[in-house]
């Protein structure tokens, strides 16, 4: 079906990709013991996208689920998402494989275990007595059945594509980067412009911070691609990295201060959301969600919430002076007096001072700083 006429197209993109990537998953499988031939899971998983997210959440070119990426390592908050890190999530990948070989001793099995989980592998080869992946195939769940078959037909495809006259496409952005260490805040927006190139191509090789604003501190400096090119204004991309007014955050994120976590309790106060509320403390709102056994995103004035941050001290108001503001962005149809409406103690030339405005005139997106009060 791989190779049908209608297909065509989408495996030569495939295979394209490939080339860009697959060098990726090897290096991480070869350190981890993991044949290489199982890169090609990553086709059957996301088609080699590191943004596909799916209907239940998995995301990444891997797909990984919040809790079992959080399991195997990797880091999901504010500002990054790990599983969209082609490297950081095929070293995740290496580990569930590993562990998944180590329980049943069969790659197969594995490889079902990526797509349904251990425990239903394990309880087909209870009910089956079988112990490969064909002798217990239909004690699995229906999607699993046809899932590693999936694969093995992938990997047929993948090295025997020339066979079927299907031509690879080139790859739609740089494949040659070189790799930059940064230890502060700075804006993917800015180094395009320094670099000359496309925000979607700075995007595309560094699909793992959410906001397009790459969040390093000196302790934990983050992993940046840039194209190799020979154009860059080599002054503007050190202004780029240095000095970077445009990814000053409002808040700070702080789990990348310290590893100790202590407990603190934010008491919600009007116009506040659950997603402000994350922002605020660095942490996700599915985290908030789990802490205080929310079921929604529900949350109601004078309610109290639980806050696991790094350290109380970078939490709480009474031993860490917090910004003094909140943010808030313009929709469509929002005016002054409705949004300071919104907030208790705000007013409208409370608004337009802190954000040096003159007129009235908003317009849909703007991100406007709100007073506490």
Request: glycine fraction near 6%; include cysteine.
């Amino acid at each position: 079906i791989y190779t049908a006429p209608r297909r065509k197209d989408a495996m030569s993109k495939i295979i394209g990709l490939a080339k860009y990537y697959f060098p990726i998953y090897e290096k991480a499988f070869h350190e981890a013991g993991i044949p290489e031939e199982i890169k090609y899971l990553s086709v059957v998983e996301s088609a080699l996208n590191p943004n596909a997210v799916s209907r239940v959440g998995a995301t990444g070119p891997w797909q990984f689920m919040f809790a079992t990426a959080r399991l195997y390592g990797l880091k999901m908050d504010n500002y990054v998402d790990e599983r969209k890190d082609p490297v950081q999530a095929s070293y995740a990948t290496a580990r569930y494989l590993k562990d998944a070989y180590n329980d049943f001793g069969d790659w197969l099995l594995a490889i079902a275990s990526y797509n349904c989980g251990k425990g239903n592998v394990m309880r087909a080869m209870q009910r089956s007595g079988g112990n490969d992946f064909w002798s217990i195939r239909n004690y699995l769940p229906a999607e699993t059945r046809g899932y590693v078959p999936a694969y093995i037909a992938i990997a047929y495809v993948m090295t025997y594509f020339k066979k079927h006259q299907i031509v690879p496409e080139e790859c739609s952005f740089s494949t040659k980067n070189d790799t930059v260490m940064v230890d502060k805040f700075v804006s993917l927006k800015n180094l395009s412009a320094a670099l000359e190139i496309d925000p979607t191509e700075m995007a595309i090789l560094n699909p793992s911070f959410k906001k397009r604003i790459v969040n390093g501190t000196p302790d934990k400096p983050k992993r940046l691609l840039i194209p190799k090119t020979v154009y860059a204004d080599f002054a503007k991309v050190y202004a780029a990295l240095n000095n970077n007014e445009d990814a000053t955050p409002v808040y700070a994120a702080l789990n990348d201060q310290q590893e100790t976590h202590k407990n603190y309790y934010h008491r919600i106060r009007r116009g506040e959301s659950l997603n402000g509320i994350a922002d605020h403390f660095g942490v996700e709102v599915q985290d908030l969600k789990v802490w205080n056994h929310l079921h929604s995103r529900a949350i109601v004035p004078g309610q109290k919430l639980l806050i696991k941050t790094a350290s109380a001290e970078n939490a709480s108001p009474e031993k860490k002076s917090l910004k003094s503001y909140y943010t808030y962005r313009v929709k469509k149809g929002d005016t002054l007096n409705l949004i300071a409406g919104k907030y208790e103690g705000v007013t409208v030339e409370s608004i337009k001072n802190l954000n040096a405005i003159k007129g009235n005139q908003l317009h849909a997106g703007m991100i406007l700083k709100i007073n506490r009060g």
